[in-house]
């Protein structure tokens, strides 16, 4: 089992910035893609960054160039950098973990960042 813990979501204005983090912990496999995904309100969870272990990253294309996700293997942490936020941006993050070798999925509970005018 994995367990994911996310951190750093908040209320920030239009234009700034945060950085949310996700720490996994328990039995972590070693070929993995970790990521962020959002939930809007009345929307549908979506991909915004994922990033394998190998280092290879994917983005959504409404957040390329503002927002950046890195990870550090050695601390089995990932970290999502949200630069000029804007009002769509507003959602509930979820960190998630795939095990590329059994296809389990493991999520975070979530944290919210709202961004306002």
């Known amino acids: 089992q994995v367990q994911l813990v996310e951190s750093g979501g908040g209320l920030v204005q239009a234009g700034g910035s945060l950085r949310l983090s996700c720490a996994a912990s328990?039995?972590?496999?070693?070929?993995?893609?970790m990521g962020w995904y959002r939930q809007p309100p009345g929307n549908q969870r979506e991909l915004v960054a994922n990033v394998h272990s190998g280092g290879i990253t994917i983005y959504a294309d409404s957040v390329k160039g503002r927002f950046t996700i890195s990870r550090d293997n050695t601390k089995n942490t990932v970290n999502l950098q949200m630069n000029n936020l804007k009002l769509e941006d507003t959602a509930v993050y979820y960190c998630?973990?795939?095990?590329?070798?059994?296809?389990?999925?493991?999520w975070g509970q979530g944290t919210q960042v709202t961004v306002s005018y």
């Open positions: 328990g039995s972590i496999p070693s070929i993995n893609n």
């Open positions: 998630r973990l795939f095990d590329g070798k059994s296809g389990a999925l493991y």
